[in-house]
T-cell receptor, first 114, second 115 residues
Framework: DAGVTQSPTHLIKTRGQHVTLRCSPI?????VSWYQQVLGQGPQFIFQ???????GRGNFPDRFSARQFPNYSSELNVNALLLGDSALYLC?????????????FGPGTRLTVT | AQSVAQPEDQVNVAEGNPLTVKCTYS??????LFWYVQYPNRGLQFLLK??????LVKGSYGFEAEFNKSQTSFHLKKPSALVSDSALYFC?????????????FGDGTTLTVKP
């Protein structure tokens, strides 16, 4: 079975631009979470979606938004990009929204803002 | 608020020796604890978890971890390290009483196993 897939792999944007990152969960997984990983740090929680509804939001500004589609894939949108948004963005899927389930991570999208 | 500390940025061991990667946590209720490994240019890969029950949990690739409630620790261990174990290791915690999807990660420990 395919794992979690993310696109694009790499992305270079200019300050002020908008970006959309995409994630396809493992087949059968209904929960998708997004994390931001800055070099030298652990992943920071951005959003969780379960059954197309937002179930949690981390301490990120409103420039960050996300959604989940009927096929459980997800998009993360970031508006008005800042240099500090440069990071590896990770998508993780799990069977359900219950916190006992481990998460399966995609390879990430490396975003560079210049 | 939940938090995780990995006190060692780097752990170096010789191949064949036992290894320990330390993790301590803070959470309001009973914690759900996880270990993940990250190889260069890859996403995180699940190793093992503690939810309830036996304090010693076994996971992938011969790794195990011991939950110690009194010390609020969840150290990752392996009896005999391999060079291929060299990677970045993350400990994570979830508070079952709050946001189910939010995992709080430590900043990671780089494990280097030398031949």
């Amino acid at each position: 079975d395919a794992g979690v897939t993310q696109s694009p792999t790499h992305l270079i944007k200019t300050r002020g631009q908008h970006v959309t990152l995409r994630c396809s969960p493992i087949s059968g997984h209904k929960s998708v979470s997004w994390y931001q990983q800055v070099l030298g740090q652990g992943p920071q929680f951005i959003f969780q979606y379960y059954e197309k509804e937002e179930r949690g939001r981390g301490n990120f500004p409103d420039r960050f938004s996300a959604r989940q589609f009927p096929n459980y894939s997800s998009e993360l949108n970031v508006n008005a990009l800042l240099l500090g948004d440069s990071a590896l963005y990770l998508c993780a899927s799990s069977l359900s929204g219950v916190s006992t389930y481990e998460q399966y991570f995609g390879p990430g999208t490396r975003l560079t803002v210049t | 608020a939940q938090s995780v500390a990995q006190p060692e940025d780097q752990v170096n061991v010789a191949e064949g020796n036992p290894l320990t990667v330390k993790c301590t946590y803070s959470v309001s209720g009973n914690p759900y604890l996880f270990w993940y490994v990250q190889y260069p240019n890859r996403g995180l890969q699940f190793l093992l978890k503690y939810i309830t029950g036996d304090n010693l949990v076994k996971g992938s690739y011969g790794f195990e971890a011991e939950f110690n409630k009194s010390q609020t620790s969840f150290h990752l261990k392996k009896p005999s390290a391999l060079v291929s174990d060299s990677a970045l290791y993350f400990c994570a915690v979830r508070d079952p009483n709050t946001n189910a999807g939010k995992s709080t990660f430590g900043d990671g420990t780089t494990l280097t196993v030398k031949p």
